[in-house]
Nanobody, 111 residues
Framework: QVRLVESGGGLVQPGGSLRLSCAAS????????QGWYRQAPGKERELVAS???????KYADSAKGRFTISRDNGKRMVYLQMTSLKSEDTAEYYC?????WGQGTQVTVSS
């Protein structure tokens, strides 16, 4: 059974940083692309960043220069380091591995 568990969300002030983590089990982690998506209230889920099997990253324009995606195949983990956070980054953040989704972790950027 595939399981993805996100952690690291929370409340942060504008300009702050957070590191999201996603722990994967039940799949051959190193063979699938990973991604972080987010969904704000009333909006569609959107891609934030993705990383290929050989660790090539891709970012949404809104994330470029502020967010960094990385993966550790040995630990079956994927990370999203977020800096210079803005109120518009507030959303539920989801990890995706292959065709599987995690349950999400809430990020709230507010003073």
């Amino acid at each position: 059974q595939v399981r993805l568990v996100e952690s690291g969300g929370g409340l942060v002030q504008p300009g702050g940083s957070l590191r999201l983590s996603c722990a994967a089990s039940g799949l051959i982690f190193s063979t699938v692309e990973q991604g972080w998506y987010r969904q704000a209230p009333g909006k569609e889920r959107e891609l934030v960043a993705s990383i290929t099997r050989d660790s090539r990253p891709k970012y949404a324009d809104s994330a470029k220069g502020r967010f960094t995606i990385s993966r550790d195949n040995g630990k079956r983990m994927v990370y999203l380091q977020m800096t210079s956070l803005k109120s518009e980054d507030t959303a539920e953040y989801y990890c995706k591995a292959g065709m599987f989704w995690g349950q999400g972790t809430q990020v709230t950027v507010s003073s």
